[in-house]
């Protein structure tokens, strides 16, 4: 199956080192994807997962930032984090040791797999009203016991496990309820202009 992103990208990439160095300056289209205000909001993410700020997120940067949400990662969770390219869902482990800026990502890499995640989903708009047809009080929630009924046993039915990372976590409450406008909001990337947004 061929990629739609460029060699270059690839983990088994046989590129020598100057067509790689000229082929990260080229422009990409990613950026062509996104408003100027969600593209700032990208680079200030990946600036703070890029800790020493040489514009490539390594195994040092990685190992940082899970330190300083007191997460421990394990050898295993930091190569497929660092082997991750654009197109492909999860790189082959590689049995020899690469430098950090072979086994990491730049800005344009991440912004193309951020692209890959978002534009994976429907629309802000659709997804609300998908879920607002099991909102009979217009409440912004909906019970997790009929979702759980109408994902697995209807249309494109879904896996036990698949529903559970759906509906487990912050956006479900003590009683049952899914807060799907919340999860909403999480999910997609605010699409509206900061100048029509109000002041707080």
Same mark, same amino acid.
């Given at each position: 199956?061929?990629?739609?992103?460029?060699?270059?990208?690839? *983990?088994?990439?046989?590129?020598? @080192?100057?067509?790689?160095?000229?082929?990260?300056?080229? *422009?990409?289209?990613?950026?062509?994807?996104?408003?100027?205000?969600?593209?700032?909001?990208?680079? !200030?993410?990946?600036?703070?997962?890029?800790?020493?700020? /040489?514009?490539?997120?390594?195994?040092? %940067?990685? =190992? !940082?930032?899970?330190?300083?949400?007191?997460?421990?990662?394990?050898?295993?969770?930091? %190569? /497929?984090?660092?082997?991750?390219?654009?197109?492909?869902?999860?790189? *082959?482990?590689?049995?020899? @040791?690469?430098?950090?800026?072979? =086994?990491?990502?730049?800005?344009?890499?991440?912004?193309?797999?951020?692209?890959? =995640?978002?534009?994976?989903?429907?629309?802000?708009?659709?997804?609300?009203?998908?879920?607002?047809?099991?909102?009979?009080? /217009?409440?912004?929630?909906?019970?997790?016991?009929?979702?759980?009924?109408?994902?697995?046993?209807?249309?494109?039915?879904?896996?036990?496990?698949?529903?559970?990372?759906?509906?487990?976590?912050?956006?479900? %409450?003590?009683?049952?309820?899914?807060?799907?406008?919340?999860?909403?909001?999480?999910?997609?990337?605010?699409?509206? %202009? *900061?100048?029509?947004?109000?002041?707080?």
């Amino acid at each position: 199956m061929s990629s739609k992103y460029p060699a270059y990208l690839s *983990p088994s990439s046989t590129l020598t @080192k100057a067509q790689k160095s000229r082929a990260r300056r080229e *422009p990409s289209g990613v950026f062509s994807l996104f408003q100027a205000p969600q593209i700032q909001q990208f680079k !200030e993410a990946f600036q703070l997962i890029d800790h020493d700020k /040489d514009g490539w997120v390594g195994e040092g %940067d990685l =190992r !940082e930032i899970f330190a300083s949400l007191g997460i421990t990662p394990s050898p295993m969770m930091l %190569d /497929d984090l660092l082997s991750a390219r654009p197109g492909s869902g999860s790189a *082959p482990t590689s049995p020899t @040791k690469a430098s950090d800026k072979d =086994r990491g990502i730049n800005f344009t890499m991440f912004l193309t797999m951020m692209s890959e =995640r978002l534009f994976e989903f429907d629309t802000e708009a659709e997804l609300l009203e998908a879920f607002e047809s099991f909102d009979e009080a /217009d409440a912004g929630v909906v019970k997790v016991e009929e979702m759980r009924r109408w994902l697995g046993d209807v249309g494109e039915r879904m896996g036990e496990r698949e529903i559970d990372k759906l509906l487990k976590g912050p956006f479900t %409450d003590r009683q049952g309820n899914f807060n799907y406008r919340e999860w909403v909001k999480v999910l997609r990337v605010n699409e509206e %202009d *900061p100048a029509e947004q109000p002041m707080q």
